[in-house]
C-alpha cells in the first residue's frame, strides 16, 4: 500500500511539473478585419470537418531574415 502511495504522489509531483516546463507558443495571432454581420456562419459555430478557412501569412526565415509568403 505504501508503495502504491508513493508512486502516485511521485507521479502526480511529475506530471504537474512537466506543465509547468511547456513554453508559451512564440506565434501571435492578430484579427486585422472582422466582418460587422456574418450571413454564414460554420456549422456548430466552430471550424468543424468540411468548412474552408482561408489564411495569409508572411514570416521571416530565421537563419537570413528573408521574407516568405504563404
Same mark, same amino acid.
Given at each position: 500500500? =505504501?508503495?502504491? +502511495?508513493?508512486?502516485? #504522489? +511521485?507521479? !502526480? !509531483? #511529475?506530471?504537474? !511539473?512537466?506543465?509547468? +516546463? *511547456?513554453?508559451?507558443?512564440? #506565434?501571435? *495571432?492578430?484579427?486585422?478585419? &472582422?466582418?460587422? *454581420?456574418?450571413? =454564414? &456562419?460554420? &456549422?456548430?459555430?466552430? /471550424?468543424? /470537418?468540411?468548412?474552408?478557412?482561408?489564411?495569409?501569412? %508572411?514570416?521571416? +526565415? %530565421? &537563419?537570413?531574415?528573408?521574407?516568405?509568403?504563404?
Amino acid at each position: 500500500m =505504501r508503495l502504491f +502511495l508513493c508512486n502516485a #504522489v +511521485l507521479t !502526480l !509531483l #511529475v506530471t504537474s !511539473l512537466s506543465g509547468a +516546463l *511547456i513554453p508559451e507558443p512564440e #506565434v501571435k *495571432i492578430e484579427v486585422l478585419q &472582422k466582418p460587422f *454581420i456574418c450571413h =454564414r &456562419k460554420t &456549422k456548430g459555430g466552430d /471550424l468543424m /470537418l468540411g468548412d474552408l478557412m482561408l489564411v495569409h501569412y %508572411e514570416g521571416y +526565415l %530565421e &537563419k537570413d531574415g528573408s521574407l516568405f509568403h504563404s
